[in-house]
């Protein structure tokens, strides 16, 4: 069993910066693969990025590209999301997930976090 809790999401304006943290419970969050996704009013939730237990292996959207970075600290069983360069578009509630392999379909995830609303102004 894993509990993961999301922290970080605020109010920024466009262009602006934030750094989304996922904080996991138990001892075997260094075995998991790590998603982000997020999910705006009205829409389906969707896959940001992805990094494998060990993060060697990393997967973004096209939409996020160059300006988000995943990475994770497994001796704080902790993975953060580091968001540049911010569009109003990146509004949204934003979900932490763990799974067995990184992978860009909410199936795939076995455990979620409750989420953390990022707004981004124009």
């Known amino acids: 069993q894993v509990q993961l809790v999301e922290s970080g999401g605020g109010l920024v304006q466009a262009g602006g910066s934030l750094r989304l943290s996922c904080a996991a419970s138990g001892r075997t969050f260094s075995t998991y693969a790590m998603g982000w996704f997020r999910q705006a009013p009205g829409k389906e939730r969707e896959f940001v990025t992805a990094i494998s237990w060990s993060g060697s292996s990393t997967s973004y959207a096209d939409s996020v590209k160059g300006r988000f970075t995943i990475s994770r600290d497994n001796a704080k069983n902790t993975v953060y999301l580091q968001m540049n360069s911010l569009k109003p578009e990146d509004t949204a509630v934003y979900y932490c997930?763990?799974?067995?392999?990184?992978?860009?379909?909410?199936?795939?995830?076995?455990?979620w976090g409750q989420g953390t609303q990022v707004t981004v102004s124009s």
């Open positions: 997930a763990a799974g067995s392999l990184v992978a860009i379909t909410t199936r795939r995830y076995d455990y």
